[in-house]
């Protein structure tokens, strides 16, 4: 039988604390902000424009973000990698990365989703103990500004099929022609764009003039409140894409050619009291006949007046493998719109250094079925992929 020996000393027990999460304010200086955000509170910053993004450069191997409000979806890149989708839905708190290598890394949140999905209000960062946001490089120097329709919001971008009961999980404004095109310059961008509005007839209308067509909320910070106005001397872009017109004409009623650039002609006015130095390009898709010969003209006449600094730039159409839900262009239809557009954006920047995005920043491939090859040339493709020089899938 075993016996122990007790010989009367005290049991002594050490207190240790448990290790505190860093809280980073939202309006820390450290963090980047890019697209039009609500700063009305700077502690809450709100965003609903599709392409939202912040950025911040931290220290450790996890980071949580503070997001709530609307249904949407956000990518969370790390060092411009695309690593998972943070979903909104009811959630206040989650975390964006862990596991990362000890060291500094830069995280990146995009808003993937579009207005509709409702106001996403961001209240800050969370690392571990001990760790801390270090800062970034100065934004680019060069900025552009994307509006348009569904098109531009990327509806549906990240699909291979045409019909897709939900569209949701399709959608992302990263792989959208404008982000593309800006990041493969170095531009830091901005998206107005919403899904089934026209210069003056929105989608499905029963009256060729519509009472809220997009020039009326262009000028809001956040698109589902339009008492709250955007204050333009907050961020002067370089260049203004101007894609509107194809829900004009989609459908049955359409308005005649009149209408439609009367509007357009009081649009641009406006663009350039606002961008007075911007680049205006007017952009059409080859899909609607009615856009792009009406605007051709609309150049033509306003360049005549003397709008010396505007262009139009047709990007062409597109093949049924370029093509995700209901018709809109994916991955590859908006890489081939990009690097339509990209001529045009280049010699503009002519003469000054176009720094190209680096590798893993340009935009990212949705994940093939396995044994599926894709011939379409992109700058990154998801995590477990491989590509070749031509964009070919070559690993799962």
């Known amino acids: 039988m075993l016996r122990f020996l007790s010989i009367g000393l005290p049991l002594l027990f ?37 392409g939202s993004y912040l950025q911040a450069r931290f220290t450790g191997t996890t980071i949580t973000v503070k997001i709530s409000g609307g249904n949407n979806d956000f990518n969370v890149l790390i060092d411009g990698v695309w690593k998972s989708k943070l979903t909104v839905d009811g959630k206040t708190t989650q975390v964006a990365a ?51 329709d569904s098109f531009t919001v990327g509806y549906g971008s990240e699909a291979t099929v045409t019909v897709c009961p939900d569209k949701r999980p ?21 998206v107005q764009a919403v899904s089934g509005l026209g210069m003056v007839h929105n989608y499905g209308d029963s009256k060729p003039l519509s009472d809220g067509p997009m020039p009326p909320i262009y000028d809001q910070t956040l698109f589902g409140t339009p008492s709250l106005k955007w204050d333009f001397t907050r961020w002067h872009p370089d ?17 005649t050619q009149e209408q439609y650039t009367t509007a ?6 406006k663009l350039r009291a606002w961008h007075p130095q911007a680049r205006i390009m007017l952009v059409t898709y080859a899909v609607d006949q009615f856009q792009e010969k009406y605007v ?17 730039v047709k990007l062409p159409g597109l093949t049924q493998p370029e093509m995700g839900c209901d018709g809109h262009p994916n991955v590859a239809g908006h890489r081939k719109y990009a690097d339509a557009l990209l001529p045009a954006i280049k010699k503009f920047y002519a ?26 040339r992109w700058d990154i493709v998801g995590p477990g992929l491989a590509a070749d020089a031509r964009g070919r899938i070559m690993a799962f």
């Open 170 to 190: 399709f959608d992302n404004n990263f792989v959208a022609y404008g982000p593309v095109s800006a990041r493969d310059v170095g531009a830091e961008y901005s």
């Open 264 to 269: 357009y002609k009081a649009f641009i006015k």
């Open 14 to 50: 050490v207190a240790v604390p448990a290790r505190a999460a860093v809280d980073i304010a939202a309006d820390d200086p450290l963090i980047q902000y890019s697209g039009r955000w609500d700063i009305a509170n700077p502690k809450q910053p709100r965003c609903d424009w599709p």
């Open 98 to 148: 862990s596991g990362l290598p000890e060291g500094e890394h830069t995280l990146m949140l995009a808003k993937r989703t579009e207005g509709f999905n409702g106001i996403s209000t961001f209240a800050g960062l969370q690392l571990p103990d001990g760790k801390s946001l270090v800062a970034l490089p100065a934004k680019p120097t060069r900025r552009i500004q994307f509006i348009g």
């Open 239 to 255: 260049i203004v894409t101007v894609a509107l017109g194809t829900n004009d004409f989609s459908t049955a009623v359409k308005p």
């Open 351 to 376: 003469g000054t250094s176009l720094t190209p995005a680096p590798k893993g920043r340009s935009g990212f491939a949705p994940r093939p079925a396995f044994g599926e090859t894709w011939l379409v």
């Open 296 to 312: 051709a003209a609309l150049a033509t006449e306003v360049i005549a007046g003397g709008e010396a600094n505007l262009e139009h």
